[in-house]
């Protein structure tokens, strides 16, 4: 239950028939979610098998016959659990990272744990994350934060906030459901590209199609997050068909763009009602250095991207950190979705469906006909909508659950924060958020309300990005 803003715990911690389900989700999450796809952060490959085996099984003998969870006043302890709402799993976090190191190239100024330091070229001095994972020499880290329970907010913090727009209209012709068509702008990643996606692949791999504004309950599905207290209102906007597919980032990519030597101007990709949501320009040497740095930072592990193109033009391209993701938004006129837009469509608004597909909204079914998930070490992403439209959301999108991770405009905060008007959490942390599950990911992962967070330049096979546009 929840009281005064922090939660309190009223169930009962024998080692039941639950508990011993939960144990065997968490370490499902951990082995599928964590050990499938090859990470990285700056150039460091990081392979978590044996050390994240090791770490749970000491966990688990370690503990009592009850679960024992250390946590601090909001629920979690520092490289510890993380305590999820009555009903969720507990799933591990990763320790608190420290600053990058000056100097070094972009993205390898090493994070270190709690009581670890960075030397002045971004070479760790061998500190752990506390309670996780040590980080080895030289700024290589652990997965950098895992999944997120939930949804939790702090109902005492605020979010940086956007008004209302009035809306001259929508565009397109619409549909019979009373909705605007599709996007009517043309991103240049698609100019002269050949349809290839969707199901019969003859669909346009940059549809970009409306999701009319509305209220619903961040993270609440009604099965197993049940707290309707943490509410969001978003605007209209545009969310993309299709992840960003291999062939829509080549063209990106012989562009020249997503480099040190040209990257997005400042100010663009911003969220039109949030102030301050566009490109920084200190954030330019998170990307790479050149093109070819772009091009091996896309062979991260289980990468889908070639080097010429192939087979592989309408699979969702994976590898990307979060600054990588949001240039190519900006470039192909459009931003990252915040953690709330992100939430809403796959939740079909205030319908608040348990998986996007959903119907009943309650209704748990899943199999391989709705997603690509669980597919371990084993098999790749496959093309973007290869599942629709049984898989896809209220408003037409695919993918929302599996596949790739999809990063997220906001920064990662354990609370979400309120009052929420069109809002995205700009504070500064240490991850940010990424939704919607992947292709190692068991069922639990592919839940609407289901949150992950990571280091911003991290990259996996796992991880690629979807973008959302600007109601015209």
Known sequence: MWQNGAMTEARTFGFTERKAARLEEQWSILLAGLLGPGAQRGNASVWLGGCVALAFIAMLFSCSSPLTRGRDSGGAAAGGIRDAPDGQLDVPIGGTGGAAGTGGNPGTGGMTGASGTTS?????????????????????????????????????????????????????????????????????????????????????????????????????DGVQFKDPNFPATVDDFYLDKYEITVGRFRVFVNAGMGTQASPPAAGTGAHPRIAGSGWDSTWNTNLAADTASLEANLKCGMETWTDTAGSNESVPVSCLDWYTAFAFCAWDGGRVPTEAEWNYAASGGSEQRYYPWSSPATSTSIDDSYAVYNCGGSCTPLNVGSKSPKGDGKWGQSDLAGNVLEWTLDWYASWYSMPCLNCADLTAASYRVIRGGNLYNIALGLRSGYRFYYFPEMRSGAFGARCARTSQ
């Not at 001095?125 to 506390?130: V, Y």
């Not at 459901?177 to 050949?194: A, E, I, M």
């Not at 290839?196 to 619903?216: I, R």
């Open 120 to 220: 002045a070229g971004g070479a760790a001095t061998g500190g752990a994350n506390t309670g996780g994972v040590p980080t080895a020499a030289g700024g290589t880290t652990t997965t950098g934060g895992t999944i997120a329970s939930g949804g939790i907010s702090n109902p005492g913090a605020t979010a940086t906030t956007g008004g209302t727009i009035a809306s001259g209209g929508s565009s397109g012709s619409g549909d019979a459901n009373g909705k605007g068509g599709t996007w009517d702008g043309t991103p240049p990643s698609c100019v002269g590209l050949t349809a290839t996606c969707g199901p019969a692949g003859t669909d346009d791999c940059c549809k970009s199609l409306p999701v009319p504004g509305g209220t619903f309950d961040r993270s609440y």
